[in-house]
């Protein structure tokens, strides 16, 4: 699995999405929060709990175009969830998934954009809208800690063309732009060498060894 944050210098006069060719459809804050603390006091490291959307939900980059995962969308990440190359990083035991456990994994990922108001969405191409992959943030308990990671899977035949980093970017813009949040994280195994060359070149750096699912990570992060 690939999780990155990138970072490339603003221009004047331009936001970090417009100088990246993000666009996002607009959205607005729950009003019990402001400044990205609950009404009332809070952590100031303490990421919103829920964004109120307003309609269309998509997530457009300059050859993507992304919507949240439902629960009917097992087909589509069966082109992932279903490839042992893919599969490789994506599971403790590194074995394709079947039915049942794909759809649990449509469905939870489903549920946190029903609970919190952002999430994972899925990615299709522009010109034939071909499935690409998914992307997004989403709440994470990390070695008892609550935090924003950014996740992404591309299928297999469009690896190394750049478009996991466009998918991520878009997400990183939203996360941090339109939903305040502080601090994202990133993880991946020991051995996945080229995860953690593109989150250093993106901006992450190596925070701690974490073991996630019975298996050694390499913790990335950022904060702002």
Not at 3 to 14: A, D, E
Not at 98 to 106: F, K
Not at 117 to 139: E, I, N, Y
Request: proline share 5%.
């Amino acid at each position: 699995m690939l999780y990155l944050f990138h970072h490339t210098p603003v221009p004047m006069g331009q936001s970090w999405g417009q100088a990246n060719g993000v666009y996002s459809r607009r959205w607005r804050i729950a009003p019990r929060e402001v400044d990205g603390r609950p009404r009332g006091g809070g952590s100031a490291m303490q990421p919103r709990s829920r964004a109120v959307i307003e309609a269309p939900l998509s997530l457009e980059t300059a050859r993507l175009i992304g919507r949240p995962v439902n629960g009917g969308d097992m087909g589509y990440m069966r082109h992932i969830l279903g490839n042992p190359q893919c599969m490789r990083w994506l599971s403790a035991d590194g074995r394709p998934q079947n039915d049942g456990q794909m759809q649990a994994i449509a469905d939870r990922l489903a549920s946190h954009w029903k609970s919190h108001g952002f999430g994972v969405r899925l990615f299709f191409q522009r010109g034939g809208g071909a499935f690409a992959g998914w992307c997004g943030l989403r709440h994470q308990v990390v070695d008892g800690c609550s935090e924003i990671e950014l996740l992404y899977s591309l299928r297999h035949s469009l690896w190394q063309r750049g478009l996991g980093s466009e998918m991520a970017r878009a997400a990183v813009n939203e996360g941090v732009e339109v939903l305040g949040f502080r601090r994202v994280v990133a993880f991946t195994l020991p051995d996945n060498v080229a995860s953690q060359g593109v989150m250093r070149a993106c901006g992450l750096s190596p925070e701690r060894d974490i073991t996630f699912a019975g298996l050694p990570h390499v913790l990335f992060s950022k904060a702002w």
